[in-house]
């Protein structure tokens, strides 16, 4: 299981998104990004935001 703390990419935010894999945790964070902080998720950001997916 992997998991990614909202926290962790510089949001107040309490959610934690977790998956079996790193882009099943990268699928669910992108629309999570937009529906809860209106922030479109650029290719870029995603490469940063994948080294902050770690073991829950």
Known sequence: MKELPCRDVGFD??????????????????????DAHGVDVTPEMADRIRTLVRDA
């Open 13 to 34: 935010c309490d959610a934690v998104v977790r998956g079996e894999s790193v882009d099943e945790v990268m699928a669910q964070a992108g629309p999570h990004a937009k």
